[in-house]
């Protein structure tokens, strides 16, 4: 799909990744726009097309007392706000289809969760909005299988959808990367790569997902190779006190060197 046409997306007539990048969850609206602020001034200079990434709740979690969000509108009208405030357009996941119209109102790009994405009512409900869907390849999916999933969406007359690999199951508790999946995928549509999702270790006894942040430049730097669309990566000023994943989030202040070094190798790639 062409990127210019993604209200307020920047930088695109040149030939970088774009980058889906922010907290995991919104938890309030001074650590959205300071996490925002940041990456804007970072992919402004490195000329990268940014959208701002927020999860307005999380219906996904390991125990009933974790944390889901502030409240739905709430979550929502932040992100509104970070669009407003740095002209930029913002991407959040949805869990059931009264979600993908009310999430329509306030974001540009509705994300499909992982293990959801094989329900079919909920694919089109976000399809039928008109908003690019962003689907998450099931850990438990072939990249092969992605393409029906990504027909659910154009045969609902949206020809706005990309896929991201977010890794696949490796027995219980850990998650790998199969970066043969990439050309795969990339006959269906755009593939973006999920950096730390695809290092999260889930299942853990204590109910807390856990996660290896120390391999976030490898895996990032394999996805470039590899030849990705588009970076998904989850930063956080504070993970060791983020209320979502914030076992395997970039700390914020990493985010700069990391995406010099991505842009760098991506010019690399682009001359072979």
Request: aromatic share 6%; proline share 4%; charged share 25%.
């Amino acid at each position: 799909m062409d990127l210019s046409k993604i209200h307020q997306l920047k930088h695109t007539d040149g030939d970088n990744f774009f980058l889906l990048s922010g907290p995991c969850a919104i938890e309030g609206e001074d650590m959205a726009l300071r996490i925002a602020e940041k990456i804007v001034t970072i992919t402004d200079k490195l000329q990268i097309p940014y959208i701002f990434k927020g999860s307005f709740k999380k219906a996904n979690r390991s125990r009933v007392d974790s944390f889901t969000g502030i409240g739905d509108e709430k979550a929502l009208k932040i992100l509104r706000k970070v669009s407003e405030t740095f002209k930029i357009p913002t991407v959040t996941d949805i869990h059931k289809e009264s979600d993908a119209e009310l999430a329509a109102e306030y974001v540009d790009v509705l994300q499909i969760p992982a293990f959801l994405v094989r329900q079919t009512d909920l694919v089109v409900a976000a399809a039928n909005t008109g908003k690019v869907v962003n689907l998450k390849k099931g850990q438990f999916m072939s990249p092969e299988s992605m393409q029906h999933a990504v027909t659910k969406v154009t045969d609902s007359d949206n020809q706005h959808v990309w896929i991201t690999d977010r890794g696949t199951m490796f027995g219980y508790q850990d998650m790998v990367v199969d970066f043969r999946g990439i050309p795969t995928m990339q006959q269906f549509a755009p593939v973006v790569l999920d950096v730390t999702h695809s290092l999260q270790q889930p299942n853990q006894t204590s109910g807390v997902t856990g996660g290896r942040p120390a391999l976030i430049n490898t895996i990032a730097r394999a996805g470039i190779a590899a030849g990705v669309d588009g970076i998904f990566m989850e930063t956080h000023f504070d993970p060791a006190n983020a209320k979502s994943d914030g076992a395997n989030m970039l700390p914020l202040d990493q985010l700069e060197k990391l995406l010099t070094n991505l842009v760098a190798l991506r010019k690399t790639v682009n001359e072979f």
